[in-house]
């Protein structure tokens, strides 16, 4: 059995300890911004481990939008590496946990949409946009 290696981010492990441990009722938001967040529990594609990260929660019908931006880093997360070598997630949304498979949007209309509900829910993206020297990766997380 996998085992979990958590966040290396003291404030990132700390919010998924108290969002999990608190069944989803604690620690569902990004800091004091009052917006909402999800957990998106994978594998990771080195260890094999069971690696688990907070994200803004971008809703789509019965869909989330996962965005790879890092704050606008100069590489992606290394998030993105482990989703596109094992798309089947786990995504918690505060009490209620699905199990969800992701892929990868390349840049087109359907991107664009899902850029524009982002933004709509965190409009910090739109910094991080403008900020990376990268296009940043969008995932379409979908129930199996
Ligand atoms: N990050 C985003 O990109 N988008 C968001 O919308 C977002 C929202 C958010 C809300 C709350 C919060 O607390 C954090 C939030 N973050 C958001 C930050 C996000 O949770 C991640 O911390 C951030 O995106 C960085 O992701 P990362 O995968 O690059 O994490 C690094 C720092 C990390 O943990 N590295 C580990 C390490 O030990 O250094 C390795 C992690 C890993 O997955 N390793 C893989 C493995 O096999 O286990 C190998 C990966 C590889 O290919 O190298």
């Not at 911004?33 to 998106?40: A, D, E, H, N």
Request: proline residues 8%.
């Amino acid at each position: 059995m996998a085992e979990y290696i958590p966040p290396a981010a003291d404030w990132v492990r700390e919010q998924v300890e108290l969002y999990e441990s608190s069944g989803g009722t604690k620690g569902t938001t990004l800091m004091d911004t009052g917006l909402p967040c999800i957990l998106v529990t994978h594998m990771g594609n080195k260890t094999g481990g069971i690696r688990k990260i907070p994200l803004m929660r971008v809703k789509m019908d019965n869909s989330y939008v996962l965005v790879g931006s890092k704050g606008g880093a100069e590489k992606d997360p290394v998030w993105v590496h482990n989703l596109r070598a094992n798309p089947d997630v786990e995504i918690r949304d505060a009490t209620e946990v699905w199990p969800m498979r992701v892929r990868e949007v390349p840049d087109g209309p359907e991107r664009d949409r899902l850029w524009e509900a982002a933004v709509a829910a965190f409009d910090r993206y739109e910094d991080y946009r403008k900020k990376a020297p990268r296009l940043i990766p969008v995932f379409l997380a979908e129930p199996v």
